[in-house]
Structure formats: structure tokens, C-alpha cells
């Protein structure tokens, strides 16, 4: 093929992912409207509206001339360039991926969720596990076929990892988890043994209304463009893109506790700058998009806790939280509020876990996955596994099913594998901060005046402009010089800790 | 065809219109959250889905199997009952007019379109009408074109007042407008004798919170369901319909005129409650719809003028409303705010007129358009013919072009035949509640006692549930006994601002 000819077909392409971008942007916005402003009775019509458009959007990426276009494409070995050459790969992947699941199996899925989530809900509301059993365990079959489909080299699990971080395997996030799981008990358990924080000061009635001006504040210092984005409160705070000129961020506002919204509006923020800073002529194509969810995650995780957790940022910041709410700050100077912010303690509840803790909580559910993906673990001893591991590890009594085993959606909603990337996130963040840090010597003081546009800058230049055109390993190695190492999390975690604990 | 294909046939032809109506749902609300949601920068992406999104429901609805289907169907004389007889021929009506316009016509004309609303943006800057000359002659030329595409009987203006306005007639809005302005032109004449009313007390300062506030009471006086429906701010207000069970209105609030969001406020409610009472068994489908826009318009403008400016309606809300502006209005009695709300002035901007004025304004635009389309005015000649029609009827010098020919965007987004259904819904308005009236005999003292249930439940029988089972016309007969009369509207006006013209 000439190349003018290969062009014509790469424009093709190109066409046909951006219409499906463009569904899938409208999705997202009625998914956004559902969160932030649908009207009670409305959910109706709104949940066929949504079935539709993804049916659209499903039918234009399996069209078997499409699967022919991708293929002519893939072959051509000269006529596109590098960048063109990865999302032509990266979409025939997904391609192919998308050919192994045959609608009537795509169909018993959705309908297997759909009962796992109801029973879930049921057996919540009765904080009885037996309830969900049977409809996990369904769960758990449609997985091992999905995995099976799919196909696999080592281990079933890894075809479900893939999904949410491609090329992960299981062998190596099994390496990872031994490490936390050695190292990172052994460190918190040292902690134990030191003086507790208190930290009350953070859970007295913090106003509505200074709260979300605040964090408006907090985006904006960040470099969060709200010419391209905007806030809006809902029940669970989330990160949306309808295109890279277009991210919304929701937040939510607990009265009794400043933490809530404080981590949550940083959280999404981080998410957003990721999203805001892909490049939009990639729109609709992998390179437009984030690498893995383990990386967006990073983004969140290091702007939550490598930057607003640390004592320079608050160095900056501390005054005016100080001025906004003097009845519950002014009598605590900025040492015991950093100590309060980073108070560590074992906890049941994932979503309300501290950010060592967190990684416990997230080693469980891997390893849970991994021995329900294997074989090894039966859904009918998962209550019993559940528990066990909580006290092993946390030493945490679970006195119910609600804040043990039925806490999180994410089985009910069909992800097994998902679960991983929030630790490989929080991991990426320490390894890329301290590379930032090396690179900037200026960083940490900039950050204690407020001014984070270096880092911002830093980011931009090493993980927001590239959009999947690196895969997550080539990125790391491509940013740090080696692939993803938990030391830098334990340098961190030893260092900060290690001071807060005095 | 036996029985139970044939409803096989119509199972499938509502499943493709509904398919299409949630494409089309999906596209309303990407335009409600352009209106109200969307960040300054974020227009590019959202226009481009918009436009993929209407392709697609274009598509849908072109293909000649569905051709095939709508023909099918209609053809039978058995097997489908009367609604469904009635959807089936509206909907191969529609089908027949697009498949009158070729692809390429539909591109040069959305072409033209974006020239000519680009041209008047520039002019009404410059505030020249010169500017925008050449592509308003071209607006007109591609809707002769159109014209006679879809084909007409009498007059070329009847193709394009079809779209808006089914079944309207040129001969019969002919003979309407003339009574328009024999008698009302009359009318206004002797209001101006006597001594005008002040009411500079509506335009102090009225406080955003409290306007917007009241706004949300009285949609809730209506009936409007805040259960399946919201209120935003926009710049121009609307009414938005995701489903019945979804639809939205917008107001704008002006903190120097009370009225500007009272009449907004209450003119969308009463589009809403039409939108929120059609049937949601026939969602996506005509007898789900509302009939034309000028029954619309009645909805609103009944609510709005025959309602919410009357004598009635004020003895049960001014207290209320006193209450909350009290340095504006405690020394303003009832009957002084209700003259006010009802001053008559001869002005020059349509969208801020009177409800008599109002209709001079149209009729202007209807002689200018049957004019265009027939061939006896001249593009050339418009700005002067417009000025002269403004001296003539209304007794007003139009000092620019930004204040007159320039003032509407209709034109230039190619809407010819959209004008009239204006008057025709305050027309509709008087004569449905003069009926209304009659038929209950408690009707004014229950809204004198802030009770507009009766009221809604008469609209919802006689109007809302029918979608388009009748055309506007039946509908009128039905309700009213006789097709749309002008005596009705006259007979309203003369009693009312003749009482308040004293």
C-alpha cells in the first residue's frame, strides 16, 4: 500500500474511535447528570437512554470491517509513524479482546451482575453474607470463564488485571504484595508500639460553605483549570472526562469531619489534572488516554499524599485553613495539625483507612482474588478468610459482614482485578515524587509557598502528554530509571512516619 | 398479515423510534449542560458529539428499511388500533419529508445556516443590517428551496409552517393576523387615551436569592413535579424534555425587574407541566409528543398570562410576595402590583413586550415571511419595510438595525414559519381557558385561594394526555366546540385591560 493510501485507511481509523468517543462522552455526561442532578423519580428512561448509547458504541467497535481495518493496519509494517503504529496496537488489542466474548456470554454477564448487585445491596441491608453467596459465587464463574475466553499465559487472574492495568501479572503484583505484606506490617506494627495522635480537632463541625469554597481553593492551587472543568457535590466523589477540555471533579461535604472533602476534592483533583493534561488531537485514540488505572491512580495518590499530607504544603496553606476556622484550629499550631492529618490506625473500612493502612486492606482483597481465581478459595469460606486476614494482619476483630466482608461494590459490579491498582497507585506516586524531587531541587521549597506549577509542569512533561503512547513499566523506567520499586514507598513511608511518630 | 405480525411489525417500529429517541435524549441533555453547566473552554469536544449524536438518530430514522417498515404498516387497515394507526401516520409523514431532502441539500443548508448566523452576530455588532443582507437573501432562497422540495398545495410558506405547526395554512393565519390587526391595532388605540400606569416599583432591586427562591414556589403553586424535573439559571430560559419523567426548566434572574424571572419562571412551568403529562407509554413515539409548538405555546402562556397576570391569581400570592420585598412593595397595595404587571406600552424588542404588543411584533414577522417566501418583498428592502410595519402598527420610530430587523436569531438559524405559533398559543391560551372557566365553575375562586390543582387536572385531560392523538385543530374543536376563534383572545383582552385601563 502507498502511503497516502495507508493514511486514508489511519484516517479512517481515526474517524471510527472518535464517533465512539463521542458516544462514550455522552455517556459520561449522563452518567455525570445521574450523580450530580438527576431528579428522584428520573432514573427510568435515563437508564435506557445509557443502554442504548452503549449498545451504539459496542456495535461501531466489533463491526467486523472495523476488525479488517485494524488488521490491514497492523500489518502495514512501514507508512505510519511510531505513535500511529501504538494506538493502532493498543486498539487491536482491545479488539480482539472484545471478539472473545460473544454477545450471549456479554448478555449472562450483565445479567449476573445485575442479580450479584441486588443480592449485595439485600445482604447488606440484613448484614448477612449468606445472602450474597451464591450470587459472588456467580460471579466468580463468570470471571474464570471471562479469564478462560480471554486467554492467559500464567495465571487466570492475569486476564483480568489486564483489563485495568495492562501487562500486569500476577507473579509480579504476588512479589509486590509479599513485600508489603512483610515489610509494611512489620513498620506499622513498630508504630504501634508509639504514643498515639490525637486528632479530634479535625471531626468538630467544619461549615458547608467554607468547606467547598475551600476546596475550590485548594483545585485552583493544585493548577485544576476551571475553564475546562468544574466541582459539583455528589454521594461518592469521582473524576469525569467528556474530553481533556472538559474533566469535572464531584466532591462531598461531611460537617463533622474536614478530612472528608479535604482528600477527596485533592483525590479527584490529581485524577483531573491527568485527564486535563492529555493531548486533545489524540482524542478518541489510546494515546488520548490515560495508561492504566494503577497510573491514573498514582496521579490522585501523589497530589493526595506525597503533596497535601506533607509539612511543606501545609507550611503554605495551614494559615489560611487556620483563618477559615479558628473556633476548632486556632489553639493548634501546624505541627500537631500535620500530626493529626497523618494519624495512623488499623481500621475496618477501606474507603476510611489511613494511607498505610490502606495497602492492608487492598493486599486482602489480591489476595482473595487471586486464590477465588485459582481455585484455591472457595466463596463459601470467604466470610471466615475474610476475618482471619483482617486479625492477621491488622489485628482487627470484624464484628459483622457490613464492615467486613460486604463493604466495597466493586465484586457485586463484576470487577475481580481492579482492586490492585489502588496500591500500585500509591506505590507509582512515591517512586515519582522522589524522582521529582531529585530532578526540581527547588520543589519542596516552592511547595511550602504555595506555588506547585513546577510540579504540575513536571507531570505534564513526564506522564500527562505521552497519553498510553509508553505502557506503564516503559513509563516508570522511562521517568525513574527502573521499574516499579516498593522501597520508595518504605523510604516514604519511613521517613514520614518515622517523624510523625516522633 | 395476520394479526400478531403485524403488532411484531409495530413492536419493532417502536423499538427503532425509541432507540432514536434516546439518542435524542442524550442529545437534549448535552444541550441543557451546554446551557447551564458547561466551563468556558469546553465548547469544541461538545459541539462535535452533538453533531455525531444527530447523525446517528438522522441515520436511524433515513434508512430505507425503515421506509419499508413505515409503508408496511400503513398500508394495513387491519391489525393496529386507532393510536397506533395514528403513530404509524405521523411518523411516515415525517419520514416522507426527510427523504424529500437529499443528503447534500441537508449540508448546504446547515452551511448556509452557520454562514448567516455568523453574518448576524458580525452585523448586529456593527449594528448594520448590510452585513447581513447577503446571507439572509441565501437563508431565504435555500427555504424556497425547501418549500418546494416538501411540496406545498397553495403557498410555498404552508411547507414550512407544517414543520413548526401541522396542518397550519397560510390562508388561515392570513385571515387571522388580519383581525390581529384590525381589532387589536384598534384596541391598543383607545388603551392609549387613557392615563398610563406607572409601575417602577417592579423594576428596584429584588435580591438573586430570594427571586430565585419565590421562582421555585411558584413553580411548585403550578404542579410542576420537582420529582421528575429541576430549575437552573441559564442566560435565556427553556424548557427540557429528557422524558416525561425527566424535564427541566431554566430562568434567568434580573435583580433590577421582579418580572423578568416571574414570567420566565412561570411561562417554562407551563410548558414543563405539558411535557411532564404526556403519556410515558408512548415515549419516543407521536402520541408521546406534544403536538405542534403553538399548542405549546399555549401551555405557557396560559399559565403565564391567563393565570399568573390575573386579578385572581394575585389575591392568593401578593401577600407573599410583599412579604419577602417589603421596602419594594409594603406600600404598593394588590391592586396597584396587579395594574402594574399589566401596563401596556408599544415597544420595540419582542421578547420584553406586553402580552397585546406582543402580537404586533409576530404579525410584523408573519407579513415579512409570507412576503419572503411568495416573492413580494425583497430582501433588499427589509430593513425599511420592517421600520415602516413598526411606525404603522405600533406607532414606534426604530432607531437601528440592533433594535429592529437585527433583534430575533430565528432567521439566521433558518427558522421561517416559526413566528406565528407564538400567537397562536396566547389565541389557544384565551379560547381553552374561557372553557376552562366554564366548565369549572370554582375555577377562579380556587386559583383567588392559591389552588391550581383543578386547573392542571383539566389541562392534563382535555391537552397533555392526548400527545398528538388530535391535530391542534381537533384538539380545539374538541375542547372548545369550534376550531381556534381570535374572539376568545379579543374578548380576554377587551375585558381585562379594559378593567385595568379603567
Known amino acids: 500500500m502507498t502511503k497516502t493510501k495507508i493514511q486514508k485507511q489511519y484516517e479512517k481509523y481515526v474517524a471510527t474511535m472518535q464517533k465512539k468517543a463521542d458516544i462514550e462522552s455522552a455517556i459520561a455526561v449522563l452518567s455525570w447528570d445521574k450523580e450530580v442532578n438527576l431528579p428522584d423519580n428520573s432514573a427510568r428512561f435515563r437508564s435506557q437512554q445509557v443502554a442504548t448509547l452503549s449498545g451504539m458504541s459496542h456495535e461501531l467497535f466489533t463491526k467486523a470491517s472495523f476488525g479488517k481495518l485494524l488488521a490491514t493496519l497492523k500489518s502495514e509494517k512501514k507508512g505510519l509513524d511510531k505513535r500511529q503504529k501504538r494506538n493502532i496496537a493498543l486498539t487491536h488489542k482491545e479488539y480482539e479482546r472484545s471478539k472473545k466474548l460473544s454477545k450471549a456470554f456479554v448478555i ?41 475466553l480471554i486467554g492467559y499465559k500464567a495465571h487466570p487472574y492475569d486476564a483480568l488485571l489486564d483489563i485495568y492495568e495492562p501487562d500486569a501479572r500476577t507473579s509480579e503484583l504476588s512479589v509486590l504484595f509479599k513485600d508489603v505484606r512483610a515489610q509494611l506490617v512489620a513498620f506499622v506494627k513498630q508504630l504501634k508500639k508509639r504514643p498515639q495522635i490525637k486528632n479530634d480537632f479535625l471531626f468538630k463541625k467544619y461549615g458547608h460553605k467554607k468547606q467547598w469554597e475551600y476546596g475550590l481553593k485548594a483545585l485552583e492551587n493544585m493548577g485544576y483549570d476551571f475553564k475546562t472543568g468544574r466541582q459539583d457535590i455528589s454521594a461518592h466523589p469521582f473524576t469525569i472526562s467528556f474530553s481533556p477540555e472538559d474533566v469535572r471533579v464531584t466532591t462531598r461535604i461531611d460537617e463533622r469531619d474536614f478530612t472528608n472533602m479535604l482528600w477527596s476534592c485533592i483525590h479527584e483533583g490529581g485524577h483531573a489534572l491527568y485527564e486535563q493534561g492529555l493531548p486533545t488531537d489524540q482524542y478518541g485514540l489510546p494515546l488520548g488516554q490515560a495508561i492504566s488505572l494503577g497510573i491514573h491512580e498514582s496521579q490522585s495518590r501523589l497530589w493526595e499524599n506525597n503533596v497535601a499530607r506533607s509539612a511543606a504544603y501545609w507550611k503554605a496553606n495551614y494559615k489560611e485553613v487556620q483563618n477559615l476556622f479558628p473556633r476548632n484550629l486556632s489553639a493548634i499550631p501546624l505541627k500537631q495539625f500535620y500530626k493529626g492529618i497523618n494519624k495512623i490506625a488499623p481500621n475496618l473500612i477501606r474507603t476510611e483507612a489511613d494511607e498505610l493502612h490502606y495497602h492492608f486492606h487492598v493486599l486482602i482483597r489480591f489476595e482473595i482474588e487471586k486464590g477465588l481465581m485459582e481455585g ?15 486479625k492477621e494482619y491488622m489485628d482487627v476483630e470484624v464484628p459483622d459482614a457490613k464492615q467486613g466482608i460486604l ?44 506555588n506547585n506549577q ?8 513526564n506522564v500527562h502528554q505521552h497519553g498510553q503512547y509508553y505502557t506503564a513499566k516503559e513509563l516508570c523506567i522511562k521517568i525513574t530509571g527502573e521499574p516499579l520499586n516498593f522501597k520508595y514507598f518504605m523510604k516514604y513511608a519511613k521517613e514520614k512516619f518515622g517523624e510523625v511518630y516522633a
Open 108 to 148: 449472562r454477564k450483565s445479567k449476573t451482575i445485575s442479580a450479584a448487585y441486588h443480592a449485595w445491596l439485600k445482604a447488606r441491608a440484613a448484614n448477612d453474607f449468606q445472602l450474597y453467596k451464591k450470587e459472588l459465587g456467580a460471579i466468580v464463574d463468570i470471571a474464570k470463564e471471562e479469564a478462560e
Open 376 to 390: 484455591s478459595i472457595e466463596v463459601d469460606d470467604l466470610e471466615e478468610i475474610w476475618n482471619a486476614k483482617y
Open 454 to 461: 513546577s510540579l504540575l509542569t513536571w507531570l505534564r512533561e
Open 407 to 450: 463493604q466495597d461494590i466493586h465484586w457485586s459490579h463484576g470487577s475481580i482485578g481492579y482492586f490492585p491498582t489502588y496500591s500500585l497507585g500509591s506505590f507509582y506516586a512515591a517512586q515519582f515524587f522522589q524522582q521529582a524531587v531529585k530532578e526540581l531541587p527547588n520543589l519542596l521549597s516552592e511547595i511550602e509557598k504555595g
